[in-house]
T-cell receptor, first 116, second 114 residues
Framework: SQTIHQWPATLVQPVGSPLSLECTVEGTSNPNLYWYRQAAGRGLQLLFYSVGIGQISSEVPQNLSASRPQDRQFILSSKKLLLSDSGFYLC???????????????FGSGTRLTVV | AQSVSQHNHHVILSEAASLELGCNYSYGGTVNLFWYVQYPGQHLQLLLK??????LVKGIKGFEAEFIKSKFSFNLRKPSVQWSDTAEYFC????????????FGAGTRLAVHP
């Protein structure tokens, strides 16, 4: 069965420090991968999506970047965190339409990042 | 730009009251539609989804939603809410493309009082 792993679950980082959040998917190949952020009192905002290795699209200009070094690995990074980067970060995957996606998204358990 | 609007940010109901949460989207092509729920301290869970066919979709826990294409709407309903329905509800739309970008509304916080 397909599963998605996301870590760490919580993270407290000082302003100006680097960030690396990792997400891996099991049980499927060539998934579409996504990073979302849920800020307090706001909805979920799509940050990045990827339809293949090395293919990253950014939805919102920001202090973050994403990479997909392997088919089922998606990494969210920052060189220098800002206070405004605090939030709840969710990784998700989906099956592309040409493989008959019918199951929507599967979300990871999320990482709560607090920048202090 | 493609967007999803949820009209009610906070809803307070008493148990047994009926619920309707509005959702409208701005996209003229084929879409797939979803409602997700996030209970306090828990992960996002899929309530229901619409891909094609009958526009009245039934989901888990007695929820249903109706897709009205002419109104670009996908409202969520439940005839009688329970205290355990207290949660945040998110409408989401995927404009049909190879990217499958799930675009969320801002969410509606529902509080059900006993």
């Amino acid at each position: 069965s397909q599963t998605i792993h996301q870590w760490p679950a919580t993270l407290v980082q000082p302003v100006g420090s680097p960030l690396s959040l990792e997400c891996t998917v099991e049980g499927t190949s060539n998934p579409n991968l996504y990073w979302y952020r849920q800020a307090a009192g706001r909805g979920l905002q799509l940050l990045f999506y990827s339809v293949g290795i090395g293919q990253i699209s950014s939805e919102v200009p920001q202090n973050l970047s994403a990479s997909r070094p392997q088919d089922r690995q998606f990494i969210l990074s920052s060189k220098k965190l800002l206070l405004s980067d605090s939030g709840f970060y969710l990784c998700a995957w989906s099956v592309p339409p040409d493989r008959g996606w019918k199951y929507g998204y599967t979300f990871g358990s999320g990482t709560r990042l607090t920048v202090v | 730009a493609q967007s999803v609007s949820q009209h009610n940010h906070h809803v307070i109901l008493s148990e047994a009251a009926s619920l309707e949460l509005g959702c409208n989207y701005s996209y003229g092509g084929t879409v797939n539609l979803f409602w997700y729920v996030q209970y306090p301290g828990q992960h996002l869970q899929l309530l229901l989804k619409y891909f094609s066919g009958d526009p009245l979709v039934k989901g888990i826990k007695g929820f249903e939603a109706e897709f009205i294409k002419s109104k670009f709407s996908f409202n969520l309903r439940k005839p009688s809410v329970q205290w355990s329905d207290t949660a945040e509800y998110f409408c989401a739309v995927v404009p049909w493309s190879g990217y499958n970008k799930l675009i969320f509304g801002a969410g509606t916080r529902l509080a059900v009082h006993p």
